[in-house]
T-cell receptor
Framework: SQQGEEDPQALSIQEGENATMNCSYKTSINNLQWYRQNSGRGLVHLILIRSNEREKHSGRLRVTLDTSKKSSSLLITASRAADTASYFCATDARANNLFFGTGTRLTVIP | NAGVTQTPKFQVLKTGQSMTLQCAQDMNHEYMSWYRQDPGMGLRLIHYSVGAGITDQGEVPNGYNVSRSTTEDFPLRLLSAAPSQTSVYFC???????????????FGAGSRLTVL
């Protein structure tokens, strides 16, 4: 069973716009992570937010975490064509393994 | 520094055949894992290992076998391939086997398997 679910499943925006994707999860967590996957490639870690943090920034990325709602959001500001990829949230619910959501496919149109 | 290396990148099997997907990492990571990725399903954990000689099952272990004889290598064996095992397989590793603060995974490039 999936620990996380991303919303929306797909998102298409113009270059320069902001992209927001959301993640909901089911159980208590120690931390939540976001990964990016370019087409035909492996996943690459973007950012980690701990359960006692509410917001974190890294470059053009902003992640929020609401443990009371069991949800997180990833905001990519001033998007670029190179941001086109699938984005996954992952939580460490059981035995310190990571469990991934179904992903959001982001397309940034130049 | 190669990171996580998976071979082969592509493989076609017939139902009932067996094969091994290879995974090697050169980062001295204790923890290694195998995921499969299917459309609309995200990534699902097959097996994982917290160190040499120690393996455990993930969410979808049936039909797969693993071993961890060295820190560097974590092969995934398909004993009798079935069409339901058609998928993209990813190997991933991280530094520690425990500690919630350090479970960021490094992924390989993936192995695409088709079972006819």
């Amino acid at each position: 069973s999936q620990q996380g679910e991303e919303d929306p499943q797909a998102l298409s925006i113009q270059e320069g716009e902001n992209a927001t994707m959301n993640c909901s999860y089911k159980t208590s967590i120690n931390n939540l992570q976001w990964y990016r996957q370019n087409s035909g490639r492996g996943l690459v870690h973007l950012i980690l937010i701990r359960s006692n943090e509410r917001e974190k920034h890294s470059g053009r990325l902003r992640v929020t975490l609401d443990t009371s709602k069991k949800s997180s959001s990833l905001l990519i500001t001033a998007s670029r064509a190179a941001d086109t990829a699938s984005y996954f949230c992952a939580t460490d619910a059981r035995a310190n393994n990571l469990f991934f959501g179904t992903g959001t496919r982001l397309t940034v149109i130049p | 520094n190669a990171g996580v290396t998976q071979t082969p990148k592509f493989q076609v099997l017939k139902t009932g055949q067996s094969m091994t997907l290879q995974c090697a990492q050169d980062m001295n990571h204790e923890y290694m894992s195998w995921y499969r990725q299917d459309p609309g399903m995200g990534l699902r954990l097959i097996h994982y290992s917290v160190g040499a000689g120690i393996t455990d099952q993930g969410e979808v272990p049936n039909g797969y076998n693993v071993s961890r004889s060295t820190t560097e290598d974590f092969p995934l064996r398909l004993l009798s391939a079935a069409p339901s095992q058609t998928s993209v397989y990813f190997c991933a590793s991280r530094v520690t086997s425990g500690s919630s603060g350090a479970n960021v995974l490094t992924f390989g490039a993936g192995s695409r398997l088709t079972v006819l």
